[in-house]
């Protein structure tokens, strides 16, 4: 069941690692159905290269595999989707990923500020990805802890462990994975070049008043 998901689902967890935003073994991705609310998730126990979507588990909100035709078992952060899933009823995409300059901030337990627009596109309703307190990769703990904050913003930092996206679909959330570590890269290099010390932070205000430009209209200037 659920084969065209499932192909979506392999599709993204290779453009992830194709992207850099994760190596074999590392980074899981999952889909929900909008129709039973099942939830097509990657495997553990084979490299992504290797991925077929036959391979690819489905799981319903409990955590109950409804179906595994390869006989793998679904990713070992599987708590943590749910969660991300039951936090966000608007979502339907989730990205895990341990990419590397975001990562470098949750290990330093350091909020990515907003420092060029790009920060809009990931949700962020205070201005900042936020940082979630470590748990142990794979616990309920963690699962429980990423809650709040994906109320905050669609991207958030997991301490010491990773980074957690949500989307409309996978392939948004995916998105919203590039543009978070784009942001990441660019703020570390944006420190690094400044001594250490924090750039000018774009308020939540300006970015809240961002639109199109008024004095643009297609009646008006398209001849
Ligand atoms: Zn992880």
Request: with cysteine; aromatic share 6%.
């Amino acid at each position: 069941m659920l084969e065209d998901l499932k192909k979506k689902v392999v599709k993204c967890a290779l453009q992830a690692e194709r992207a850099g935003l994760c190596r074999p073994h590392t980074g899981n991705f999952s889909l929900r159905d909008a129709r039973t609310g099942n939830i097509c998730i990657t495997p553990t126990g084979i490299a992504r290269t290797d991925l077929s979507y036959h391979d690819i588990v489905v799981v319903n909100m409990d955590g109950k595999v409804l179906e595994a035709e390869t006989g793998l078992r679904p990713t070992s952060e599987i708590l943590m989707h749910l969660a991300a899933y039951s936090a966000r009823v608007d979502m339907y995409g989730v990205a895990h990923t341990h990419s590397k300059f975001a990562t470098t901030f949750a290990i330093l337990k350091k909020i990515i500020p907003a420092i060029v627009y790009e920060i809009t596109e990931l949700g962020c309703k205070k201005g900042y990805v936020p940082v979630v307190d470590y748990q142990r990769p794979g616990t309920k703990l963690l699962a429980n802890a990423i809650i709040d904050s994906l109320q905050m913003a669609d991207v958030i930092l997991l301490e010491s462990h990773g980074v957690v996206s949500i989307g409309a679909d996978l392939q948004a959330a995916l998105l919203k994975a590039e543009f978070a570590e784009e942001l990441a890269e660019i703020y570390y290099n944006t420190l690094m070049l400044n001594g250490g010390r924090e750039p000018k932070h774009i308020l939540v205000d300006e970015l809240n008043a961002w639109k199109y430009p008024e004095e643009f209209s297609i009646g008006k200037n398209c001849m």
